[in-house]
């Protein structure tokens, strides 16, 4: 079983769409996190959330919103889509804090975006 | 505030041949956390190691390993005798042990090995 898991993998939209990205972990941790790739292929987190609570939002648009309905999900969801969010998303988990435990931190497959 | 610094951008050995891969950082904390991940073609962030500021043993893995010195702030990656799936781009990084701060990656090194 895929520990963390997220859909669609690829994702092919027009400028100005509303899309979400779904992600859930098994592993039973209870931080949860959404880094973004771009084409440099340089990682930035965007977000993070630990038990359902936001904990971390990184200066990002607010047309990106995280929904953590549980502690094993955090969806995203971006609104009127631009040409600059192309780039792939990943879904991460930890088992606590990351920051303060230095826990490791366990990506899913990555989500392509690419925005047309 | 923490850094991390890649310097070499791309990598291309022969297999079999030996390659490291270096990785220099920044932290004014004295407690952190580093770590290396690999991001083979097909795209998925791979974790390989985790290493705290208060263990500089070095590690070896198999046909990795990897030095841990802060007196230069280094914490670097080699490969031995490589391999064609070693092929990848590596990323390390750091998570400092104060507030929020999150987990900061260098920029990667893609590495190529060529048959």
């Known amino acids: 079983d895929t520990a963390v898991s997220q859909t669609p993998k690829y994702l092919v939209t027009q400028m100005g769409n509303d899309k979400s990205i779904k992600c859930e972990q098994n592993l039973g941790h209870d931080t949860m996190y959404w880094y973004k790739q771009d084409s440099k292929k340089f990682l930035k987190i965007m977000f993070s959330y630990n038990n359902k609570e936001l904990i971390i939002n990184e200066t990002v648009p607010n047309r990106f919103s995280p929904k953590s309905p549980d502690k094993a999900h955090l969806n995203l969801h971006i609104n009127s889509l631009e040409l600059g969010d192309s780039a792939v998303y990943f879904c991460?988990?930890?088992?606590?804090?990351?920051?303060?435990?230095?826990?490791?931190?366990?990506f899913g497959e990555g989500s392509w975006l690419t925005v047309v | 505030a923490q850094k991390v610094t890649q310097a070499q951008t791309e990598i291309s050995v022969v297999e079999k041949e030996d390659v490291t891969l270096d990785c220099v950082y920044e932290t004014r904390d004295t407690t952190y956390y580093l770590f290396w991940y690999k991001q083979p073609p097909s795209g998925e962030l791979v974790f390989l190691i985790r290493r705290n500021s208060f263990d500089e043993q070095n590690e070896i893995s198999g046909r990795y390993s990897w030095n841990f010195q802060k007196s230069t702030s280094s914490f670097n990656f080699t490969i031995t005798a490589s391999q064609v799936v070693d092929s990848a781009v590596y990323f390390c990084?750091?998570?400092?042990?104060?507030?929020?701060?999150?987990?900061?990656f260098g920029k990667g090194t893609r590495l190529s090995v060529i048959a």
């Open positions: 990084a750091l998570s400092e042990n104060s507030g929020n701060t999150p987990l900061v």
């Open positions: 991460a988990s930890s088992q606590g804090k990351q920051a303060i435990s230095g826990n490791t931190i366990y």
